[in-house]
Nanobody
Framework: QVQLVESGGGLVQAGGSLRLSCAAS????????MGWFRQAPGKSREFVAN????????YYATSVKGRFTITRDNAKNTVYLQMNSLKPEDTAVYYC?????????????WGQGTQVTVSS
């Protein structure tokens, strides 16, 4: 089992920044690939970004590319999402997730989510 705990959400004005953290514990061998997802009210959950074990491979949704940066610190078993130039449409509950392979498989473990609210 892997436990994922997100933190860092909050209320910020448009144009501001937030950094989300996701701390992993348990079978961290299942955290080779880590991803961030978000779900806005009344909408389906959508992919935001992911990263492989070394951090050399990352991928972003078009809507956040150039504004968000995903990184990880394996010594701390933590993945981060730096969010800059936030927009009201970024308002959502943000979830981190993990899976055992970067290019295949599904995300097996999910955190409980952290709320991000961007005011206009």
């Amino acid at each position: 089992q892997v436990q994922l705990v997100e933190s860092g959400g909050g209320l910020v004005q448009a144009g501001g920044s937030l950094r989300l953290s996701c701390a992993a514990s348990g079978r961290t061998g299942s955290t080779y690939a880590m991803g961030w997802f978000r779900q806005a009210p009344g909408k389906s959950r959508e992919f935001v970004a992911n990263i492989n074990w070394s951090g050399a491979s990352t991928y972003y949704a078009t809507s956040v590319k150039g504004r968000f940066t995903i990184t990880r610190d394996n010594a701390k078993n933590t993945v981060y999402l730096q969010m800059n130039s936030l927009k009201p449409e970024d308002t959502a509950v943000y979830y981190c997730a993990s899976k055992a392979a970067y290019y295949s498989g599904s995300y097996d473990y999910w955190g409980q989510g952290t709320q991000v609210t961007v005011s206009s």
